[in-house]
């Protein structure tokens, strides 16, 4: 008798163990995977070192593959096969978010830890300056389009006079850090690739990455210089010569203090205000998608450790607040009430509603 | 009457007699091979009715009218002649950050053809055709004007701008497809029409045609080129071709 109650509970589980075995997927993992815009790595890397220092969760495994590409791995499904956070700089659009409801994903707990913005600086015993997007791209981009030829040709701009003749005979020169540096990156999307939308040559570009190469490659003549990874930008800035257009984010102008100046880009200055009042375009909020179906506790496929302490960590004061942590990194804290809004959705999982 | 009813009735009548005397000198005309951007149909083929009602139906339509381009294009309804395709065309140029077209313009979408009927059921639409793929960056920027947009500027007329931009977006995300072609007809009944593809259709017979011409082209060009005596490589021929702008 009791042998056939065994066997009988033993057929009813046998459907759920199959269940929870699919939802783990082929093995289990230790560390958290975050997939996400190539600009957010920083602030994914800083988080997770704090982590690991205080609460020795491992580093997580990166693939920061593009924002619209990483969303879509993100929705993909549940279980360790898929990743367990998406850092963006935009919010999840509808339509993606609706592919993560047909594949399971329901509950995915939406962040914002702030903004970041792209600052263009001169050093403060130099000219003052005041740019548009499409005077940068003009000086600073290899190719440009030459109104006589209209086709792209190297960019032959030696002094921002070339440029445009209201703006001072001085030689053009700029100082930033390499591609896929999360500033660089920024700069890239916002400031080099605004700046040539209103190209028509680039305009007829069919093609999203042939049209992004030719608004983005800077210039090899030396009009460029690239400082390594690792080494400031500031420094490199400061002992540039006259007149050199550091690309810098907010916060490595707030750090250099008085030694610095800001350019003015499309009449609008970086200052905390103007960033925090969405007047200064050059800004996007860090947001963060964290599913809640991997967290340890909810569920069969919640066995990845360290996503609560993430969220916890990611909005903590000492994280996101004015002068913490990610500040380094050129983050704008959010207004005093949104963040402890942000906060609290971390702590109660607050599922994302677009 | 007041002067300025009057001024759009004598537009009104001006227009209608202009293109009632066109039409017979057109058909004159020998066919010319057009690539028409823009269309204009100005016919007036329905009765006239009496002055006064004419007068009052005519400062309906144009009314009308303008209100429809006003959506489109901003600015616009300040007109007081009745808005042709060409005043539209020339108008699009100057459109404002936050109008329909240039916020069609980030998204990728470019005005392909104005098409008006000024009658007693006047019509107005806009084809927007696509441009260009949108980057990653492009998508953030957009969704950043969405927002600024939103704050902006309210309204059935706004919202339904951005339902439409929206709508443009999430087809590209979810990726395989393409909103190839958007109609908006904004009068009499507005109406959006959405022309949906696929990303990877096959080239059509024609630019098939047209591919294997220019490939003929290129070969006949390399043949005929001289061979140098003293063996060095000879200089590149000059190629034709044609890049691939849209599927």
Redesign the interface.
């Known amino acids: 008798m009791l042998c056939r109650l065994i066997m009988a509970a033993l057929v009813l589980a046998l459907p759920h163990m199959a269940e929870a075995q699919t939802l783990r997927g082929p093995a289990q993992r230790e560390n958290i995977v975050v997939v996400g815009?190539a600009s957010m790595a920083g602030f994914v890397e800083t988080i997770f070192k704090q982590l690991e220092l205080t609460r020795r969760i491992r580093a997580p495994e990166l693939k920061m593959t593009?924002?619209?590409r990483s969303a879509?791995t993100f929705c993909e499904g549940i279980g360790p096969a898929f990743p367990d956070i998406l850092a963006l700089?935009?919010?999840m659009?509808?339509?993606?978010f609706e592919?993560c409801l047909d594949h399971g994903v329901f509950d995915v707990i939406e962040i914002k830890i702030g903004l970041s913005a792209v600052a263009l600086v001169t050093r403060k015993a130099d000219m003052r300056l005041a740019l548009t997007p499409n005077q940068i791209y003009r000086a600073l981009a290899a190719d440009v389009p030459d109104e006589k030829t209209e086709e792209l040709s190297p960019n032959m701009a030696k002094s921002w006079k070339d440029i445009s003749r209201d703006l001072d005979d001085v030689p053009i020169r700029f100082v930033g850090s390499a591609q896929g540096t999360s500033v660089r990156d920024f700069f890239?999307?916002?400031v080099m690739?605004?700046g040539c939308?209103s190209e028509p040559l680039v305009?007829?570009?069919?093609?999203?990455?042939l049209?992004?190469e030719k608004c983005t490659k800077p210039r090899s003549d030396g009009v460029f210089t690239e400082v390594p990874e690792g080494q400031s930008r500031v420094a490199a800035l400061m002992a540039s010569p006259p007149g050199t257009v550091g690309i810098l984010s907010y916060g490595e102008l707030v750090a250099g203090g008085n030694d610095l100046v800001a350019v003015a880009l499309n009449g609008v200055l970086p200052t905390y205000q103007s960033i925090a009042n969405?007047e200064y375009?050059y800004t996007?909020p860090v947001l963060f998608y964290v599913k809640r179906a991997h967290m340890v506790g909810e569920g069969a496929a919640g066995t990845i450790k360290g996503l609560r302490e993430f969220l916890q960590d990611a909005t903590s004061e000492q994280t996101v607040g004015p002068g913490g942590l990610l500040g380094e990194l050129g983050l704008v804290s959010l207004p005093a009430a949104l963040r402890v809004e942000q906060r609290r959705n971390a702590q109660v999982l607050r599922r994302y509603e677009p | 009457m007041s002067g300025r009813s009057c001024a759009r009735a004598a537009a009104a009548l001006l227009i209608a007699s202009m293109s009632m005397a066109a039409l017979p000198a057109a058909a004159q005309q020998p066919q010319q091979a057009q690539t028409p951007p823009l269309r204009s149909s100005p016919m007036v083929q329905t009765p006239l009715p009496e002055p006064s009602m004419f007068e009052e139906h005519a400062d309906t339509v144009f009314s009308a009218v303008r209100g429809a381009i006003r959506w489109v294009f901003g600015g616009l309804g300040s007109l007081v002649t009745p808005p042709m395709a060409l005043d539209v065309a020339r108008r699009a140029r100057q459109a404002e950050p936050y109008d329909f077209s240039t916020m069609m313009g980030v998204a990728g979408y470019k005005l392909k053809e104005v098409e008006s009927t000024v009658s007693l059921i006047p019509n107005v639409g806009f084809t927007f055709a696509i441009e260009r793929e949108l980057s990653d960056a492009d998508r953030e920027w957009l969704a950043i004007q969405l927002d600024r947009h939103q704050k902006r500027r309210s309204g059935i007329f706004a919202s339904a701008e951005r339902a439409i931009i929206q709508a443009l977006l999430d087809a590209q995300e979810l990726g395989g497809y393409q909103v190839e072609k958007l109609v908006v007809d904004a009068f009499p009944w507005p109406q959006v029409k959405f022309y949906i593809t696929p990303t990877d259709t096959p080239l059509s017979d024609e630019t098939g045609r047209l591919m294997r011409a220019i490939d003929r082209v290129n070969e006949t060009v390399k043949a005929s080129q001289p061979k140098p005596n003293d063996g060095s490589t000879p200089a590149a021929a000059p190629r034709v071709g044609v890049q691939r702008t849209s599927p």
């Open positions: 815009s593009g924002s619209l879509a700089s935009r919010r659009p509808k339509a993606l592919s890239d999307d916002m690739q605004g939308r305009r007829g570009i069919f093609q999203a990455s049209r992004v969405d375009d996007r």
